[in-house]
């Protein structure tokens, strides 16, 4: 083999040309590498998201919360299902919820819709990862609100003590809570009643409860899915937001399109440089075939040098997409149209992935020059 | 007596260039032993390039017969003459053609690289090159940091580390002063005498040609004189 040594030094006497190819490439892997982080922040949102044991239960056919809706009759046939834990005070751990959206204007200025949640205390009970951070919680009876503190940093009116206006009323916020990065993070919350009142609709978009045990959990889900009077589903709270990761699909698909295209480019600052490499090395080349090094050889070492150039410009990638690490950010959910708060999360797969990407882009760029270099005729370039 | 290592019957080369055939070697009639010290001299263009390419499979001669070592290499592939070359030819240039980005020693374990050889192997085979042409205290220079005349022992010594069997050198002391030119040439001489290493010196220059024991002469494609040594400069 060629040593790694000759392609090193050789790039560091091309050096302008190789910073320029490894900056190149550099900047793309970044672009890649925070939309990658995107993808994922997006997606952990929704996987970090609910307590085992948990159902979610909504109208049977709907994807979600916010396109289910049932009467409130139904709601005593499942809070007395066998099987639901109970609390200290011997009352079955379960709160029926009414999902709203409303329409709110940014800090930026822009429109967005919200999630709103009407609830009671035990909403809070069996959502452990929500704490209030600030303030205090909503109370019954009053117009009040709790709101998440990414919420509140990028909605106007949305600070403690701060009034929204929402459907007929003006509510209070009085709290703000942190939800741990889950998807609750993205939720305004209140009473359950008073958002009945206010929007004159006596309704319910979901019921969450909590099982007894794995087993229990199954067999509510059954009872639930084989009443044919009550038209619901149970779907484990953990894998109804697992299943939300749909949100991401379209970021995700246009990260992809944007990777191949701006890889394809990036390859092709690789190979332009590699090509000057090769042009101007075709004496050195000539000198190691007639040492004994084979075409392969010498294909392997362009190849190897333009490897090196992804890789350092890998490297810088990762470095520049690193500090967007815990930015927090928002995208209009697919669902429901309302605004999904979360945090851009670098993971060491990713930057690994930056990395092998990085290395695809030097491999692609370096194939046809080194394979020009390891075609020259022996004879030809000796002359040179 | 010696061994025989290279035997031309009627070799001849023909180039193509747009349509036209020109004829570079004609009707080569050469056989070389183990241990000659040959010199091949000519005018430029006369085919002396060509012929050292032949011998060291770089090139291929399009008629004739050729045998070097008992093997015939017109009929090796490609990756076969390339392993014939790193065993059995180390070679010489007129302009060195170091690896610039490559030290002295670099430069002198190439060849070592493609055989099955261990690190400290290698190291030990390189500084006994490098001693042979007196530069082991250069192992660490690059090559901009070398004469002229140390470049070219350099690659004398990249050529000898293998321990291959002939030396082709083509005009290595072509770009040299006379001063350096000597020296590399008594190094080539000192590698024949001490080590019986077979030489085939390419050169335009008759002082370099007196140290070979035997002369050959080119002109036009034909070796047309040949002539033994001793003889002296005049
Ligand atoms: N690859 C080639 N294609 C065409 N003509 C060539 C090629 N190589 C050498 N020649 C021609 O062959 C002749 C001899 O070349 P060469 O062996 O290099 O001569 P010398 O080394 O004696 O100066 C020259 O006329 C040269 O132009
Ligand atoms: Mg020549």
Redesign the pocket.
């Known amino acids: 083999m060629i040593p790694l040594r000759y392609n090193i030094g050789s790039l560091w006497v091309r050096r302008t040309g190789t910073m320029m190819a490894v900056l190149g490439i550099g900047l793309t892997v970044s672009i890649v590498v925070t939309m990658m982080e995107l993808v994922h922040g997006l997606e952990s949102t929704f996987v970090d998201t609910g307590q085992e044991d948990n159902l979610i239960v909504i109208r049977q056919g709907g994807l979600n919360e916010v396109n289910s809706y049932f009467g409130r009759d139904v709601y005593p046939t499942v809070r007395f299902l066998p099987g639901i834990a109970k609390g200290a005070d011997g009352e079955p751990l379960v709160v029926g919820e009414a999902i709203v959206i409303i329409n709110h204007t940014r800090d930026n200025g822009q429109p967005s819709n919200m999630l709103v949640r009407g609830t009671s205390a035990m909403g809070f009970y069996l959502r452990p990862e929500v704490r209030i951070v600030e303030g205090r919680r909503f109370r019954p009876g009053l117009r009040e609100v709790n709101v998440s503190r990414s919420l509140s940093n990028r909605f106007q009116n949305l600070k403690l003590g701060d009034s929204i206006r929402m459907s007929r009323s003006d509510w209070k916020v009085v709290g703000i809570f942190d939800a741990g990065g889950t998807a609750y993070d993205s939720e305004l919350w209140a009473s359950y009643e008073e958002i009945c009142q206010d929007w004159d609709r006596a309704f319910y978009s979901s019921i969450l409860l909590k099982a007894e045990s794995a087993e229990a959990a199954e067999s509510i889900r059954k009872r639930i899915a084989d009443d044919q009077r009550i038209h619901l589903q149970a779907v484990p709270q953990r894998k109804y937001y697992q299943e939300q990761t749909s949100a991401s699909v379209g970021i995700k698909g246009l990260g992809y399109f944007i990777a191949v295209v701006m890889g394809i480019g990036a390859s092709f600052a690789a190979m332009n440089m590699m090509y000057g490499a090769v042009m101007s090395r075709s004496k050195e080349v000539a000198t190691l075939r007639s040492l004994g090094f084979r075409r392969r050889h010498i294909l392997a070492s362009f190849m190897m040098e333009s490897i090196l150039v992804g890789l350092a410009g890998g490297i810088l990638g990762c470095l520049l997409a690193l500090p967007i690490h815990g930015v927090s950010t928002g995208t209009a959910s697919f669902q429901s149209l309302s605004e999904i708060l979360f945090n851009f999360r670098i993971t060491p797969e990713i930057l690994f992935k930056g990395l092998l990407f990085a290395t695809l882009v030097g491999a692609l760029g370096g194939f046809l020059p080194a394979r020009r270099a390891a075609r020259m005729r022996l004879?030809?370039i000796m002359?040179e | 007596m010696n061994e025989l290592l290279i035997e031309m019957k009627n070799l001849s080369r023909v180039?193509r260039?747009d349509g036209v055939e020109?004829q570079?070697l004609r009707d080569i009639n050469l056989r070389v032993f183990s241990s000659d010290f040959i010199s091949l001299m000519?005018p430029?263009?006369?085919?002396?390039?060509?012929l050292l390419n032949i011998i060291a499979g770089i090139d291929r001669p399009s008629g004739g017969e050729l045998r070097v070592l008992d093997a015939d290499l017109i009929s090796m592939n490609e990756d076969q003459l390339a392993g014939w070359r790193n065993r059995h030819v180390g070679f010489v240039f007129q302009h060195f053609n170091l690896i610039p980005v490559l030290t002295a020693f670099g430069n002198v374990e190439l060849p070592l690289l493609l055989t099955p050889l261990s690190k400290k192997e290698r190291r030990e085979h390189v500084m006994t090159a490098l001693n042979l042409v007196g530069l082991t205290d250069r192992a660490d220079h690059y090559p901009r940091q070398l004469s002229g005349g140390q470049e070219q022992r350099v690659a004398i010594a990249r050529a000898i580390v293998t321990d291959p069997t002939f030396i082709l050198a083509d005009e290595p002391t072509g770009d040299l002063d006379a001063e350096s030119a000597e020296e590399v040439l008594k190094v080539l001489a000192g590698l024949n005498d001490q080590f019986q290493k077979t030489i085939v010196l390419?050169t335009h220059d008759p002082r370099a040609a007196a140290y070979a024991h035997i002369r050959h002469y080119?002109d036009k494609g034909v070796l047309i004189q040949k002539e033994h040594a001793p003889l002296s400069v005049t």
């Open positions: 004879m030809d002359k | 180039f260039r020109i570079v000519g430029s263009g006369s085919g002396k390039s060509t390419v080119l």
